[in-house]
């Protein structure tokens, strides 16, 4: 079973960066969709931004232009890259790996950031 793994949450001022990393405990193969979702206290998750393994990405629109998402396959790990963070950033954020024709679908378990005005 593969797990995933978030890191690099946590507390930052308005206008600052955070950089997200997920990695995978197993191997993944096949064509897919890595992504990141996020909620905020009594909202339902959303997407944040979307990243194939062929290297596409889609954003959502609250989040361009400030966020990065990347990834490296070799290592199995996606990455988010958050800069002029704003208040309404502030959720608990969850990677999705998920193989095109639904072989797999795999969440991470969340990470926390808040964003401090």
């Known amino acids: 079973q593969v797990q995933l793994v978030e890191s690099g949450g946590g507390l930052v001022h308005v206008g600052g960066s955070l950089r997200l990393s997920c990695a995978a405990s197993?191997?993944?193969?096949?064509?897919?969709?890595m992504g990141w979702y996020r909620q905020a206290p009594g909202k339902q998750r959303e997407l944040v931004a979307t990243?194939?393994?062929?290297?596409?990405?889609n954003y959502a629109d609250s989040v361009k232009g400030r966020f990065t998402i990347s990834r490296d396959n070799a290592k199995g790990t996606v990455y988010l890259q958050m800069n002029s963070l704003k208040s309404e950033d502030t959720a608990v954020y969850f990677c999705?790996?998920?193989?095109?024709?639904?072989?797999?679908?795999?969440w991470g378990q969340g990470t926390q950031v808040t964003v401090s005005s």
């Open positions: 999705n790996f998920r193989e095109i024709w639904g072989n797999y679908d795999y």
């Open positions: 197993g191997t993944i193969s096949g064509i897919r969709i």
């Open positions: 990243i194939t393994s062929l290297g596409y990405t």
